[in-house]
């Protein structure tokens, strides 16, 4: 028996599939590696991706499988619908109410996993401001009296008729129980709402989607989806929307501004990204995950001269560290940490042969990894109690904040011990490029509004003027059904080629790194006139790295500036924005997504979407959206036609402002100018 199934693997191994390394991604690196995987007979995602083609009615949203008597499938008919849709469930639910219960379930679980990292932040942060432990401090205390006020905290008390400040740990204790209260509270609305335009606030109250706690808008989608409850796509989505905002706005929003309070504000900082990262003669600790509560203790210890020379006592040089997904981001923006990897990329970075351990916490982590891990010397180490592996490989060293330099400790040691263990062939691809990063709400204040103006004017000039087309907010995730960082690297390459400026986050953020977009040179090779002009002028990239994916929040807050700073209409969905996810994959993308569109972004999205097998609810959240908030989604695969929509719903803007002629009269300009000179 045992002998017929091993013969059965052998033969299904055996009928895998490789992936053309020239066809998973356009990153010379990676192709390399997928390469070295292939020559030792480990399979990666990218190998995978080519046997296991994806459920095409899982794909188009219209399956159900909400209730044992399905799963109910609701395939589109041959030569489309002609007439009344009359699919139906088993229970009855149309391909409208099965795509949306789909839908809405995609943002509870992204908004779910954001918020929950959110929540740990504002545990630890509560314990920091009570003193319960010595291993993190109030760091930024700028920030926390600034943040302070929206979570209904004073920071100064009257004494004898005198103003005075408050002890900053007693200012920092009500702000973390304020934020904790965000979750549960039993009354009342999410106080960061306030902080959106006024004209935003007014418009989610009339609609009915103001989030009351980030955990009861979660609960409620489930609830709501169950069989038999909500049967109305609208009424589904009007709840999907008050969650993606609870997210948005509230705990990704809190996740960051607790975290920079706590680690401190980022600002701009130089490093580098791709593979090329790791050293062959150090030490390669690899931190990969989305939470920096372990991670910043982590590179403290591992930077301590104790740890490096216990390093050299093994024959290492040092220790590198490097990051993968948002851990790398966090970490990047505040310590310069080099990023090794993208999400597709995490299988790869152990397939160097060099990677001595790699500590995972939460998200986007492969179960995958243990197994490649398994045929090299990479202990991977699970953190966090919701996110173990079963393999007898994987270590589990459970972190908690009071006791997290010990943890930390424990943690560098086992990979330093691991580097004598190394038993393959080290392969490590010298592809890395430079990056800034640690671009934020403030410090693009400070860049584009200097110290003596210190707000948005100048932004909001340089758009009015032309020279800036408009704002593109760029984020996102890898996705296997498509080329690797092609998506990323074209859609980008043209917004700022058209002079639209790019924020961007998350593993877009890391693509754009490894293409070398972010850095200020890239203006003169990639941007249009008008942006490379700012760009040169100010010294900014013209790709902004606002960090993790938790900091799409910065995105939102740094909309909000843009309208306050005036000239440009009173509400987010007037300015010339867009918003881009050209290989999302994640329920998070699928969160963040919709709360650009709840917050008046109109937003592309790449790859697929799970609405398509539901045409009215499709048209429902790319066209009718628009009327409601202002925001509204789209699909496009191509990447230069999702960056030439952008631009198309920017010029749109530009004109329901008032402001294409300025443009028109700068483009005008420098191509007489350029036709001349010719
Ligand atoms: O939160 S972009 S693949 S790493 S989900 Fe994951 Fe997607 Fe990367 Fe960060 Ni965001």
Redesign the pocket.
Known sequence: MAEAKKAKVAKAEKAMKLADPKEATIDVASQQMIVRAQELGVDTVFDRAVNMKPCSIGAQGICCKNCSMGPCRLPLPKGGIEGKDTRKSLCGATPNTIAARNFIRMIAGGASAHSDHGRGVAEVFLAAARKETDAYQIKDTVKLKALAPTLGVATTVEVDGETQDRDIYEIAVEVGEAALNEWGKPEGELLNLKRAPEALYEKWKKLGVLPRNIDREIVEIMHRTHIGVDQDYKNLMKQGTRAAIADGWGGSMLATDLQDVLFGTPFPIQSEANLGVMKEDHVNLILHG?EPILSEIVVSVAQSQEMIDYAKTKGAKGIQLSGI??TA?ELLQRHGIPTAA??LQQELAIITGACDAMVVDI??IMENIANVAECFHTKIITTHPIARMEEQSVLHIEFDEHHAVEDAKRIVKIAIDNFENRNREVMIPSQKATQIAGFGVESIQYHLGGTFRGSYYTLNDNIINGRIRGIAGV????NARTKHNDGHVRVVKELIKNDVIVLTT???AIACAMEGLLTPEAAAVHCGPGLAEVCETVGIPPVLHLG??VDNSRILLAATEVVKAGGLGHDICDLPVAGSAPE???E??ISIGHYFVASGVYTVFGVTLPTSGAPVFHDYLCKQFEGLTGGMWDLEIDPIKHAQKMIAHIDKKRKELGIDKARERVLMDMADRQALEA
């Not at 984020?475 to 890898?478: A, I, K, M, T």
């Open positions: 989305h997904c948002c981001n993208t999400f998200q986007c984020v996102g995730c890898n998350g593993c877009n993790s994916c999302w994959m994640s998070k993308a």
